[in-house]
């Protein structure tokens, strides 16, 4: 949308105050009021394929966390989000004798809480200050909205391992990431711990809208919006199905 020009500067002042303050309001306010749908989690197998040990997620002692940063003429005017998930599920397989671990994790879309007031603190000085609740709520629901992750229609993120390479601690994964329908390849660096009934896996990474599929939020023709790239760090426990929380 272009930029209106103005004649007079006191009149141009005034409108461009507005128009920061609409834009200011736009980039928290819900695009579109979804009911995001109940996500169709997979039951975990009753048996395990053999040659294999098999891990479940401990949802409550795991998390993905996702950085978005504010982009655009008029940044200053937004504010970066801290978006977190504890409802990761799934179930990890590692095979006896070298075989691929194999991987398949459900994310809810809905499950991410926005810019917790302990989170912003514990991410530093580019997320400063509390989020008002108006604020948090639009910016959910902008999250959910059909022009985003659209999670009426798609309540969940699928993961499924491809291919690891690399050593002990070490590796990178190339995971098949579904999202909006749509499945894209990331390469995704895991740094895996394992004791005799608990599997930890962590990493941190950049990924962008682009590579999921996605479109990065923005208003104005672009003044005010969400940057490309995001910072994803995750941290998952799981342990063996018999020991894992029904």
């Known amino acids: 949308m272009p930029v209106p020009r103005f004649r007079s500067s006191t009149r141009s002042a005034g409108l461009l105050l507005l128009g920061a303050l609409l834009l200011l309001q736009a980039g928290c306010r819900p695009v579109r009021e979804v009911t995001p749908g109940p ?9 395990i394929p053999a040659g294999y040990a098999g891990y479940r997620v401990v949802s409550e ?25 504890r409802a990761l599920q799934g179930q990890i397989l590692l095979g ?24 912003r603190v514990e991410e530093g000085e580019e ?27 798609f309540p969940e993120i699928r993961l499924t391992s491809r291919k690891v390479a690399g050593s002990a601690p070490d590796y990178t994964m190339t995971v098949a990431v579904e999202v909006k ?14 004791e005799a009934k608990e599997l930890r896996a962590s990493g941190a990474f950049t990924v962008t809208h682009k590579e999921l599929g996605l479109t990065p939020f923005t208003v104005m023709g672009g003044l005010l919006s969400v940057r490309d790239e995001m910072k994803l760090r995750f941290r998952i426990v799981a342990r063996p199905w018999h020991t894992a929380a029904p």
Request: no cysteine; net charge negative; proline share 8%.
């Open 39 to 47: 996500a169709e989690v997979p039951p975990v197998p009753t048996e």
């Open 61 to 85: 002692e795991s998390e993905v966390r996702v950085l978005v940063y504010r982009d655009g003429p008029m940044a200053r005017l937004g504010h970066n989000h801290v978006l977190s998930s």
């Open 96 to 119: 006896d004798k070298g075989q691929e671990p194999r991987v398949s994790l459900v994310l809810p879309v809905a499950s991410f809480s926005v810019d917790q007031a302990e989170l």
């Open 127 to 153: 997320f400063p200050g509390a989020v008002a609740e108006d604020a948090i709520s639009g910016t959910k629901k902008n999250m959910l909205s059909e022009a985003l992750l659209d999670g009426a229609r």
């Open 181 to 194: 329908g749509q499945t894209h390849d990331l390469q995704v660096p895991v740094r895996v711990e394992q």
